[in-house]
C-alpha cells in the first residue's frame, strides 16, 4: 500500500489532491460542532497540515449525517477556526474546476455533502469520474467509513494515483496488532448490534485468552442459557448455541435492571418478567479485576450498557480495569471511544480507533474495502 507520510512532499507542490475525510460529526442544538465531539476532525489535522506544507491544493471530501440535504458547512465553519480553509456548496461544475484551479498552493476547499449525491452511495461511475477529474492525486483518510463501497471511498482510487492518509495508516498499524496479541490477551465487546459482532468473536476466540461480553450482547447469552431476561433488547436472529460453555467467553454475573421501582441490581439469575437489563453492575466485574490486571493486551468495542440513556457505570468499570493495568489498549466504537474522552482518559490508553462498524468489520475480516481499493 502507498502511504502518504512515505511519500516526498515535493511530488505534491502544486498538485491538486482529493481527500477523502470522515467529518461526520454531530452538531448542537445551535447547528454547530461542539468541540468535545470534534475528534475526528482533530485526527484529520495532520493529514491536511502535511499537504498543506507540502503546498498541494487539497479539496477536501467528506459526507455528514444521513439526510442527503444536510450541509457540511458547519464543519467547515469549524475547521475555519483551526486552519485556513474555503468552503463550496457544490460537487462539480465548471465555476468549481476554475476556482480549484485557482486554489492557492497549500490551501484547501472543503466540498458539499457527498450523499448529497446518489451516485456516492451507489459507487457510481460516472460519479466517481466526475469527483476525479478535479484531481491529480487521491488521499483516503476515513478509516470511519471505509467498510462502505461508496464511490469516494471505492471508485476514485481507480482514477487516479492513490494514497493512505496519516491516520488510516495509524488505524491499520494498531489495529493489525490485535491478530497477533501479546499474551494474556482480552477481548472486551459490548453494544447493540449482534451481527456485527458475532464475526470477531468466532475469530477471536482462536486468536486471545479471554472474551468479555457485555452490552445487549449479554442479554443472547443470558436467553441462550435459560435466564429470563423480561423486556431487555436481544437480536433473535442470532444463533450463539456453539458459543455457549466455552471457557473463554465470560458473562458476568451481575447486571442493573430497569423496572417500575427504578433501578437495581440483581443476579442475572433473579431478572425477571418486569425487568429490563440496562448495564452490567459495575461490582459483577471486580472478579474480572486480576485478569485486567494480568494482561498485556486488551482490545474493547462497544458500551457495557445503555449508553444512549445514560447507563455508563459498567463501562465505566471498563474503562477503570483498562486504565489501571500495564496492558496495551486498543478502544474503538464512537460511545466508548467518547466516554474515554469525557472522563478526561485518553492518554491512559494506547490507541483510540476513529472506527466503529469498521473496526469491527477489520478485525473480522483483515481489511475494508476502502483500503483494498488503495492496494
Known amino acids: 500500500m502507498n502511504y502518504l507520510s512515505h511519500q516526498n512532499p515535493k511530488d505534491f507542490h502544486g498538485k491538486r489532491v482529493l481527500l477523502r475525510l470522515d467529518l461526520n460529526v454531530p452538531l448542537n442544538e445551535a447547528g454547530h460542532v461542539d468541540p468535545s465531539d470534534a475528534d475526528r476532525i482533530t485526527k484529520s489535522l495532520p493529514t491536511l497540515q502535511w499537504l498543506q506544507e507540502a503546498g498541494a491544493k487539497t479539496i477536501i471530501i467528506s459526507h455528514i449525517g444521513r439526510d442527503p440535504k444536510e450541509t457540511l458547512r458547519p ?22 474546476h476554475e476556482m480549484i ?8 476547499i472543503m466540498l458539499e455533502n457527498l450523499r448529497s449525491n446518489p451516485g456516492e452511495e ?14 491529480d492525486f487521491y488521499v483516503n483518510d476515513a478509516f470511519a467509513v471505509s467498510h462502505r463501497a461508496h464511490a469516494s471511498l471505492v471508485g476514485i482510487p481507480k482514477l487516479l494515483p492513490s494514497f493512505a492518509g496519516l491516520q488510516m495508516e495509524q488505524e491499520i498499524e494498531h489495529l493489525s496488532k490485535s491478530f497477533t496479541p501479546s499474551s494474556p490477551s482480552i ?11 458475532l464475526p470477531v468473536i468466532s ?4 486468536i486471545v ?41 465470560i458473562i458476568p454475573k451481575l447486571v442493573i435492571v430497569e423496572n417500575d421501582k427504578g433501578h437495581e441490581t440483581k443476579n442475572a439469575l433473579d ?30 468495542n462497544g458500551p457495557m450498557g445503555n449508553y444512549e440513556n445514560g447507563f455508563v457505570d459498567g463501562s465505566k468499570k471498563i474503562i477503570n480495569l483498562i486504565s489501571s493495568s500495564h496492558a496495551e489498549s486498543i478502544v474503538g466504537g464512537g460511545d466508548s471511544v467518547a466516554l474515554i474522552e469525557q472522563l478526561d482518559m485518553a492518554d491512559k490508553f494506547g490507541f483510540l480507533s476513529t472506527g466503529g462498524g469498521a473496526m469491527l468489520e477489520y478485525l473480522a475480516q483483515g481489511t475494508l474495502p476502502g483500503i483494498e481499493a488503495l492496494n
Request: hydrophobic share 45%; proline share 2%; no cysteine.
Open 75 to 96: 464543519v467547515a465553519r469549524y475547521m475555519e477556526t483551526l486552519m485556513t480553509i474555503g468552503f463550496d456548496p457544490e460537487l462539480s461544475g465548471e465555476r468549481l
Open 101 to 108: 484551479h485557482n486554489l492557492g498552493n497549500g490551501h484547501a
Open 122 to 135: 451507489s459507487n457510481d461511475e460516472v460519479f466517481a469520474k466526475s469527483l476525479a477529474d478535479m484531481a
Open 187 to 197: 477481548l472486551v465487546l459490548g453494544g447493540a448490534k449482534f451481527e456485527t459482532k
Open 203 to 206: 475469530k477471536f476466540l482462536n
Open 209 to 249: 485468552d479471554h472474551i468479555v461480553i457485555g452490552g445487549a450482547l449479554a442479554n443472547n447469552f443470558y436467553k441462550e442459557m435459560g435466564y429470563e431476561i423480561g423486556a431487555s433488547l436481544v437480536d433473535e436472529t442470532a444463533n450463539i448455541s456453539s458459543l455457549l460453555g466455552n471457557e473463554k467467553i
Open 271 to 300: 431478572v425477571t418478567r418486569s425487568d429490563k437489563i440496562v448495564d452490567i453492575a459495575p461490582e459483577g466485574l471486580d472478579e474480572y479485576a486480576q485478569l485486567f490486571a494480568d494482561a498485556t493486551f486488551v482490545l474493547w
